[in-house]
């Protein structure tokens, strides 16, 4: 059974960065897309990053690009969402969430995600 836990959301200032971690058991995440997205109080849950599997590549949303940084480590047990120069619109709770399709890609549509974590909140003021 596939089980996907979050960790390494809190406080931070603007400008200041976090890594958030998703311990996926049950499989490895080498040969599975997956993602991070978030949701915001009183709003919709979005697409944040997505890892396909093996070297097929990453998709990041507009609002993270260049800021955000998904990877998952050697054995896939681990995926990781690197956040520098946060900002207060990056207040959310941040969920992982994998693909059942094997050798899938990356996807920005939550609808792919077949298996989700809890979620961390991530809270970004002064």
């Known amino acids: 059974q596939v089980q996907l836990v979050e960790s390494g959301g809190g406080l931070v200032q603007p400008g200041g960065s976090l890594r958030l971690s998703c311990e996926v058991s049950g499989r490895t995440s080498l040969y599975y897309g997956m993602g991070w997205f978030r949701q915001a109080p009183g709003k919709e849950r979005e697409f944040a990053a997505a890892?396909?599997?093996?070297?097929?590549?990453?998709y990041y949303a507009d609002s993270v690009k260049g800021r955000f940084t998904i990877s998952r480590d050697s054995a896939g047990k681990t995926v990781y969402l690197q956040m520098n120069s946060l900002k207060p619109e990056d207040t959310a709770v941040y969920y992982c969430?994998?693909?059942?399709?094997?050798?899938?890609?990356?996807?920005?549509?939550?609808?792919?995600?077949?298996?989700w974590g809890q979620g961390t909140q991530v809270t970004v003021s002064s």
């Open positions: 969430a994998m693909r059942d399709r094997k050798y899938s890609g990356p996807s920005r549509f939550g609808s792919e995600y077949d298996y």
């Open positions: 890892l396909g599997w093996s070297t097929s590549g990453t």
